[in-house]
């Protein structure tokens, strides 16, 4: 069976514009069990590259998800939201999801020192190395900070945008060398956060943005996934991280198999901020 999809965009989102029934459809055409909306709720972004702020107006969104569930009644429909995580932004976090009453939240790294690593002065300002270690050490920071979410998100999101890996795409040995290398390098970091994401009861999630955005990988890195599971992570959503309906469930054919590669026998869905196991076969 095919797994539901636990990340999903639509037009609440800044950076969408696919009306909320299109991916409902979507899912209906592949036949997905159910759907968890996901839209983006950045509180205080940055303002310089865009006019636009990354928030969504929050009656509306459960309204609209409401009613189309009324409309569809034959595909169960869940209320997410993917927070992004900073330390100016912890008490506005705190109050949307103490007075809402979400199936799920995603925590996300957006931003790092207010940029997102998407830009070029990101890269220019940290260069490679430094840019992806400032990434984790930004994202323990927030997973010590006392935010209220369910899964951290895409949990090496910075490897999407890093230049090095954007040339090597078309070679695989290279970028296969430098993941290699990237993870022994912040392992350390890396293994800090998923020990503190599992002694809060935090999950991750397994996002194939990253195997859309061509880098051969799930966000995190399989490296990371099995790491989860060896430090006694049980906790694993799946999301595609769609922002149009044609990437919706993106690639989730490879799902299994890279789930039990890096030893889970079971995914997780969240309903009502409580975690549902079911097993992967
Ligand atoms: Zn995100
Ligand atoms: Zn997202």
New binding site residues.
Partial sequence: MIPSDN?V?TSF?TDSTTPMEAQLLRAKALGLPSLCF?D?MDYKFPSRRRAVEFLFPVDKYFSAIQKLQEKYPDIPLRTGV?LGLKRDVLPQCLALTGSHPFDFV?G?THLVDDIDPYYPEYWEAHGETGGISRYYQVTLENVQMDFDFDVY??LDYVLRYCPAIKAARETESVAESFFHQNFENNKEIIAEILQCLISRGKGIEL?T?GLKYGLGHPNPHEAILSLYRDLGGEIITL?S?A?QEQHLAYDFAKVPEILLRCGFSCYTEFHRRRPVQFPII
């Fill in positions: 990340h965009h989102s996901t983006h993917e995603i996300s998100g895409h996002n943005g999301g991280d922002h």
